[in-house]
């Protein structure tokens, strides 16, 4: 009876909301902190008030932009490719006009939707959570870049083969495209919102930022003291630091020689190259630096980022329905004039589940499996507790009784 009473006040109070005020999710971003809001979406109330929004046709521009999204990825790939081993930009543009143009179309669209979303987000007064927003720059400079692509092909190409202008501008915009499929899918399901959210979470872990502050000073401080022990005086910058037969080996000659190999001692490259043997004192700071920073500092950050990986899992179901309020809101403001339409029916009844979801018996995670079985031994041991209970009740009862007799 409560649970009814409750889903009916809940369906009310959504309904009543939706009506009065249609930019409700926009107006609690604008007004509520970020770590509230983030909690206050794993409330089953919250989260009835997003489900109904995405009933009322959300979900199908979302996916409708998803399938329009694949096969612009699609046409970027193939096209990337040719262009790249194209003879010449009459040949490319023969046989690789419609599909350049629909490319072209696409990108457009995707750059304009990004300026009207960020229109319709001044309006509301959201305007800084769109530049607070990585996913946008990443958006923007995708769509923007795969334009500027095309066009640095047709203006460099000399006849022979792309210029590496135009290799260099397409392998960033390959590299936004796919940063991109990341911010479209990350409002799919749980597990990918937790995975994708995931990053951004460690990235912007205090700790973590913390940390490697700390460990980029400490590899600072022995790349310079490495160069002042080993590095010649005829050291060329532009060394590549490979021995005669072409295999890359640490070596200190230059600056960009020891920032190579104190990376690539990082990586487990720890070989040491008979240039320490002529130093007791490049041996020590050899042997130093791959003790606190390969054996120590690391294993610091795998703690940390595991640490951080617990943690997201403790908060998917937060960053999940972040991720879809984020959703709503940035499709809501953009595609109002259209959502507004086709709400007729967006009212009708709906169940509302209100029990707090299994325990899942896959593995999530460390903390998770831990939380799990706790909630099952306290459980089982629940009733047993209660009747413990009960009995101490009943005897402490009839205890009273008796000393009032005894009275």
Known sequence: ?????????????????????PNLVPELITRVPAVTLQKLTATRVFQ???????????????????????????????????????????????????????????????????????????????????????WNYIDVLASGGTIAMFATFYMEHDGDESGDTFEHFASIVALLMWMKVLSIIKALNKPIATFVLLLSTILMDALFRSFLTVMFIIVIAFGHALYLTLGATDGDPNDYCVDSEGVTELNFDSVGCTTQSLYLMVLGKLDAPEVFKDSVLSELLFVSYSFFV????????????????????????????????????EISTTFGWLLSR?????????????????????????????????????????????????????ENRKLRILVLKMA
């Open 1 to 21: 009876t409560i649970t009814a009473n409750l889903t009916k006040a809940v369906q009310q109070y959504v309904k009543d909301n939706k009506k009065e005020r």
């Open 48 to 134: 009835h008030l997003l489900s109904s929004q995405m009933r009322s046709g959300l979900m199908y521009i979302y996916y409708a932009e998803i399938a329009l999204f694949a096969i612009y990825l699609v046409l970027f790939v193939v096209l990337s490719i040719k262009y790249k081993f194209a003879e010449s930009k009459e040949t490319a543009w023969a046989e690789n006009s419609v599909e350049t143009v629909f490319c072209v179309l696409f990108a457009l669209y995707f750059l304009l939707r990004e300026f009207a979303q960020l229109r319709a987000m001044y309006k509301l007064g959201l305007a800084k959570n769109w530049f607070y927003s990585v």
């Open 294 to 329: 390969v054996i120590i500092l690391l294993n610091v950050l795998i703690a940390i980022v595991s640490d951080t990986y617990d943690a997201a899992l403790v908060k998917s179901t937060e960053l999940f329905w972040r991720s879809r309020m984020e959703l709503v809101a």
């Open 342 to 394: 086709g709400s007729g029916d967006v009212d009708r009844e709906q169940d509302l589940d209100l029990e707090v979801d299994d325990a899942s018996t896959d593995w999530t995670g460390r903390v998770l499996d831990i939380v799990r079985r706790v909630n099952v031994v306290t459980s089982a041991e629940v009733g047993k507790v209660a009747e413990r209970m009960e009995r101490m009740e009943e």
